[in-house]
C-alpha cells in the first residue's frame, strides 16, 4: 500500500487541510504521495520536506502550521497590484462604484435633470485630472504591462527563504512531489515535481529544456559573440569619427564582417554534426508553487521555461489523477471547500453582486462568474465524484471536506485559521473513523458521526465567539461584502459581550466533553478554546476570565487567593475588617459590637428579672419607713426576693447562650480603594501585587508591590494593613 496525499485548490481556505493533515500524521498516516493545486500546493510542498528526525520546528508539518499562524491579515498572503490600487483610490471610480450612481432609477432621473449625457459630462470634466491618472493606469493594463489584480509577494517571499521552505529537503525527503500548472501558450496541465521539473499530464514525459548548441560547438558561438561585440564597438565609432578615419574604421568592419561569417558558417557544421541534446527542464520550486497558486485574473502567470504558467485548477483542482500515476493506491483527498459556491463578487470593486440583470453586473463580472466560480464548482465536482464510490478497485480514495465554510477564499484572519485548522482535524477525524466502520457508505456516516459528536456546532460556537470578541475587546465588528475588515474601529468594552463569550465559552467546554465521549478526538490544544481568547489582528489587553482561586480565610490573603463579594478578612481581635464589596470598592472597617434585643424565648425571663427587681426595690423603701417590729419580716421578704433574682438570672444566662441576643455592628469606614464598578475579583497575584478586577477583568486598582514573590496581605489588630514577605519583613502598610 502507498499513501497519497491529494490537496485541493481553495484560497485561504487551505487552513482546513492543515488540520486535516495533522489528523492523520497523527494516526500515522505519512504520504509517499502528494499532490496538490493552488493553495494545496503551497501546503504541499512545504509537507514534501518531510519530517526528518522530527526534532526541527520548521520542516515539514509543524513547519507549515507555523507559516499559517504567522499570517494574520490578507496583507501576509498576497497584495494590490500598483495600478489596482490606483484606480480603486480614484476619485471617478469611486464614483462610478457608488450605490446611488449604480441604482439605474436614480441614474436615470440624475441624467434627465442634468440634461442627460450633457450632464455627464459636467459631472466627469470636474475630475479631468482624475481621469488623466485612470487612463494611464488601465492603458497599463491594455498594453499588457499589468496583467493581475494582486501579486503573491509576501508567499514568495516565504517560498524562498530557506527558514521557510528547504528545496534541498524536499528532494532527498523521498516523498514524491505533484503540483499541479496550467501554461498559458500550449494550454498543457502539466505537474512540478519534488526535483523542480515539469512533468507531462502523462505523467510518463518530461518538458525539455534543449541548449542551443552543444558543448562542442559552443566555443564557436562564443567566438561569434566577441567578434559582434567588436563590431558593434566600430560602429559606434564610425558614427562620431572624422570624415578623414571614416575609411579605415569601414575597413574593419568589412574583415569583421567576413570573419563572423566564416566563423557562423563553422558553427551550422559543428550543429549538424554535433545535435544539442535535450534535458528534463529545471525550475525553481517556489516559482513552480507560485505558478500553480496564481489564479487567472487575481495573480499575474509565472514564467516556467518558455511557457507563462497559472494555477492548475484551471483544468484539475483535485489531481486525484495525477497522484494515481505517482504510484498512490491508498489515498487521502482533502478538499479546501464544501460543495457551495460563494456569492458573486464583482472583479474591481470585490463588493457582492446582488444579481446579473442588465445596469448591475458587467461583462467582467458575468465572464468571471461562469468560468472561474461555476466552471471551477463543477470542475471539482467532477474530479472526486468518481472517487466517492471507489470505482478503481486497485486504488482506495478517502474524501475529507468541510460541510460548511466560514470565510471566503481570500480572508485571512488568524482566529479564523485556528478555527478551521481544529475543524479539518475533526472532519479528518470523523471521515477516518467512518471509513474504518463502513468503507462504502463511509460519506453518509461521516455526516451522521459530525451531528452525534456535534463537530459543526463546535465548529460554529467557536465562531461566534470569536466574533462577539471584538465588542468584548473594545472593537466594533464590522465586515465589508462578508470580509472582517482590519484595521476595526474602537469602541468601549462592552461587559454584555464578555458575558456572552463566557458563556459560550463554557457551552464549549461542553460541547467539547460530548464529543470525546462519543469517540471523538480533538487537537491537543482544545482547552486553550475556552480558557482564553481566540486570536485577532490586535492583542487583547486584559485576560478572559476572573481570577478563580481559593477564598481567603482568617487574617490573611495568600498568594493565589481571592476575596468574594462581600467576602473579607478581618484582624485577630475581630476589631478591623478589610472587605472586597459588591460595588467593587475594597473598605476597611472598624468593627464596633453592641448587644440588641433578647431572642423572643428569653424575654418572658428577662421581664420577670425585671418585676422581682422592682418588687425588691419597694420593699427596700418599705423598709426604711417600717416601725422596728415590722422591720424582720420585710428582711426576710427581702433575701427570698433576692434569691429568686438571682436563680432567674442563671436561668437567662443558660437561655441567652441557647438563644443568644441580637448583636448590633457598626461598621465604621477607615480607607477605600475608589474603585466602585461593576465588581469582578479581589485577588493576591504571586508576585506580590494585589489586583482588583472589574467585570470585565479590567484592572482598576493594583497594590504596586509586584517583584515580591509568596507576599500575603495581612488585618493586624492595630488596624494597619499590611503586605509581608514570606520572612516576615514588611513590604508595604496601609500606614506607610
Given at each position: ?6 490537496l485541493?485548490g ?5 487552513n ?9 500524521y ?7 504521495i ?10 504541499a510542498?512545504?509537507?514534501?520536506e518531510?519530517?526528518g528526525?522530527g526534532?526541527?520546528a520548521?520542516?515539514g508539518?509543524?513547519g ?12 501576509d ?14 476619485t ?8 446611488a ?5 436614480i ?17 466627469i ?11 494611464s493606469?488601465?492603458e497599463?493594463?491594455l498594453?499588457?504591462?499589468?496583467q493581475?489584480?494582486y ?7 516565504k517560498?524562498?527563504s530557506?527558514?521557510k ?10 516523498i ?7 501554461a ?6 502539466r ?26 560547438c ?9 567578434l559582434e ?7 559606434a565609432?564610425?558614427?562620431i569619427a572624422?570624415?578623414?578615419d571614416?575609411?579605415?574604421?569601414i ?5 569583421l ?13 559543428c550543429?549538424r ?25 487575481a ?8 511557457e507563462?504558467?497559472?494555477d492548475g ?25 464544501d ?11 470585490g ?15 458575468v465572464a ?13 465536482q467532477n474530479?472526486?465524484?468518481?472517487y466517492?464510490?471507489n ?10 471536506q ?5 470565510h471566503?477564499?481570500?480572508t ?9 485548522m481544529?475543524?479539518g482535524?475533526?472532519r ?8 474504518q466502520?463502513?468503507?462504502?457508505n463511509?460519506r ?7 451531528r452525534d ?36 474601529p ?10 456572552q463569550?463566557?458563556?459560550?465559552k463554557?457551552r ?10 462519543k469517540g471523538?478526538?480533538v ?7 475556552w480558557a482564553?481568547?481566540?486570536?485577532h489582528?490586535?492583542?487583547p ?9 481559593p ?7 495568600r498568594p ?28 476597611l472597617y ?11 424565648e428569653c424575654?418572658?425571663?428577662?421581664a ?8 425588691l426595690t ?14 424582720a ?8 426576693t ?8 442563671v436561668?437567662?444566662?443558660?437561655c ?9 455592628i ?9 474603585t ?7 485577588y ?9 478586577f ?9 497594590s504596586?508591590?509586584?517583584g ?6 495581612v ?9 509581608l514577605r ?11
Amino acid at each position: 500500500m502507498t499513501i497519497g496525499l491529494v490537496l485541493s485548490g481553495g484560497g485561504s481556505r487551505g487552513n482546513f487541510q492543515v488540520g486535516a493533515v495533522r489528523y492523520l500524521y497523527e494516526r500515522n498516516i505519512r504520504p509517499a504521495i502528494i499532490a496538490g493545486t493552488s493553495v494545496g500546493a503551497i501546503n504541499a510542498v512545504k509537507l514534501a520536506e518531510g519530517e526528518g528526525d522530527g526534532n526541527d520546528a520548521t520542516r515539514g508539518l509543524r513547519g507549515l502550521i507555523g507559516i499559517w499562524r504567522d499570517l494574520i491579515v490578507e496583507s501576509d498572503m498576497w497584495v494590490k497590484e500598483g495600478w489596482f490600487s490606483n484606480i480603486e483610490d480614484s476619485t471617478i471610480v469611486n464614483f462610478i462604484k457608488d450605490d446611488a450612481f449604480r441604482s439605474k432609477k436614480i441614474r436615470e432621473d440624475s441624467f434627465n435633470l442634468f440634461l442627460g449625457t450633457y450632464g455627464l459630462v459636467q459631472v466627469i470634466r470636474d475630475y479631468s485630472g482624475d481621469i488623466n491618472k485612470l487612463k494611464s493606469e488601465i492603458e497599463k493594463v491594455l498594453s499588457a504591462q499589468s496583467q493581475s489584480l494582486y501579486n503573491l509577494n509576501p508567499i514568495r517571499a516565504k517560498l524562498i527563504s530557506l527558514s521557510k521552505l528547504d528545496p534541498r529537503k524536499v528532494s532527498q525527503s523521498g516523498i514524491k512531489l505533484r503540483m499541479s500548472v496550467v501554461a498559458l501558450e500550449s494550454g498543457a496541465l502539466r505537474y512540478v515535481t519534488e526535483k523542480g521539473n515539469l512533468l507531462e499530464r502523462d505523467s510518463v514525459y518530461y518538458v525539455q529544456s534543449v541548449p542551443l548548441h552543444a558543448s562542442a560547438c559552443i566555443p564557436i558561438a562564443t567566438k561569434i559573440e566577441e567578434l559582434e561585440r567588436s563590431r558593434n564597438h566600430l560602429q559606434a565609432q564610425l558614427r562620431i569619427a572624422p570624415t578623414n578615419d571614416k575609411s579605415s574604421i569601414i575597413e574593419q568592419i568589412r574583415e569583421l564582417n567576413a570573419e563572423i561569417s566564416h566563423q557562423n558558417g563553422l558553427l551550422s557544421s559543428c550543429d549538424r554534426a554535433n545535435p544539442p541534446q535535450s534535458l528534463p527542464l529545471s525550475i525553481s520550486l517556489s516559482e513552480g508553487t507560485l505558478a500553480s497558486a496564481s489564479i487567472p485574473l487575481a495573480f499575474s502567470p509565472v514564467k516556467l521555461g518558455t511557457e507563462n504558467y497559472v494555477d492548475g485548477g484551471v483544468r484539475e483542482i483535485v489531481p486525484i489523477q495525477a497522484a494515481i500515476q505517482a504510484g498512490a493506491t491508498e489515498i487521502f483527498a482533502v478538499m479546501a471547500s464544501d460543495n457551495s459556491m460563494d456569492p458573486p463578487r464583482g472583479i474591481l470593486s470585490g463588493n457582492i453582486i446582488p444579481s446579473f440583470d442588465v445596469g448591475v453586473a458587467n461583462l467582467i463580472d458575468v465572464a468571471t462568474r461562469a468560468t472561474s466560480d461555476i466552471m471551477s464548482n463543477e470542475i471539482a465536482q467532477n474530479e472526486i465524484e468518481p472517487y466517492i464510490v471507489n470505482v478503481n478497485s486497485n486504488v482506495n480514495v478517502t474524501i475529507i471536506q468541510p460541510e460548511l465554510d466560514i470565510h471566503d477564499i481570500m480572508t485571512i484572519d488568524p482566529g479564523l485559521i485556528d478555527i478551521r485548522m481544529a475543524y479539518g482535524y475533526m472532519r479528518a477525524d470523523d471521515t477516518y473513523q467512518a471509513k474504518q466502520a463502513d468503507p462504502v457508505n463511509y460519506r453518509r456516516l461521516t455526516e451522521q458521526y459530525s451531528r452525534d459528536r456535534q463537530t459543526k456546532l463546535i465548529y460554529l460556537t467557536r465562531y461566534e465567539i470569536w466574533k462577539l470578541e471584538y465588542a468584548a475587546s473594545g472593537y466594533k465588528f464590522t465586515t465589508k461584502d462578508g470580509r472582517p475588515v482590519h484595521p476595526a474601529p474602537r469602541m468601549e468594552h462592552s461587559i454584555d459581550a464578555i458575558r456572552q463569550v463566557r458563556e459560550l465559552k463554557n457551552r464549549l467546554s461542553d460541547l467539547v466533553r460530548r464529543r470525546k465521549e462519543k469517540g471523538g478526538y480533538v487537537p491537543s490544544e482544545a482547552e486553550n478554546w475556552w480558557a482564553t481568547w481566540e486570536r485577532h489582528p490586535w492583542t487583547p489587553d486584559r485576560g478572559l476570565w476572573l481570577p478563580n482561586g481559593p477564598a481567603a480565610k482568617g487574617n490573611d490573603v495568600r498568594p493565589g487567593e481571592t476575596l468574594a463579594y462581600d467576602q473579607g478578612i478581618h484582624s485577630p481581635s475581630g476589631d478591623y475588617s478589610l472587605v472586597f464589596q459588591g460595588d467593587g470598592n475594597l473598605v476597611l472597617y472598624k468593627i464596633i459590637k453592641t448587644n440588641g434585643p433578647l431572642a423572643p424565648e428569653c424575654r418572658p425571663i428577662d421581664a420577670e428579672i425585671t418585676r422581682l427587681q422592682n418588687a425588691l426595690t419597694n420593699l427596700q423603701t418599705e423598709l426604711k419607713k417600717a416601725p422596728t417590729n415590722k422591720k424582720a419580716e420585710i428582711m426576710e421578704q427581702i433575701q427570698e426576693t433576692k434569691a429568686i433574682i438571682a436563680e432567674k438570672t442563671v436561668m437567662l444566662t443558660a437561655c441567652n447562650k441557647t438563644y443568644p441576643p441580637q448583636v448590633m455592628i457598626t461598621r465604621n469606614a477607615l480607607w477605600a480603594s475608589g474603585t466602585a464598578a461593576r465588581a469582578g475579583a479581589c485577588y493576591m497575584e504571586h508576585d506580590g501585587n494585589l489586583y482588583i478586577f472589574d467585570e470585565g477583568k479590567k484592572i482598576v486598582w493594583f497594590s504596586n508591590t509586584g517583584g515580591n514573590p509568596g507576599s500575603y496581605l495581612v488585618v493586624q489588630d492595630d488596624g494597619n494593613v499590611v503586605m509581608l514577605r514570606p520572612d516576615g519583613s514588611v513590604v508595604w502598610s496601609l500606614r506607610g
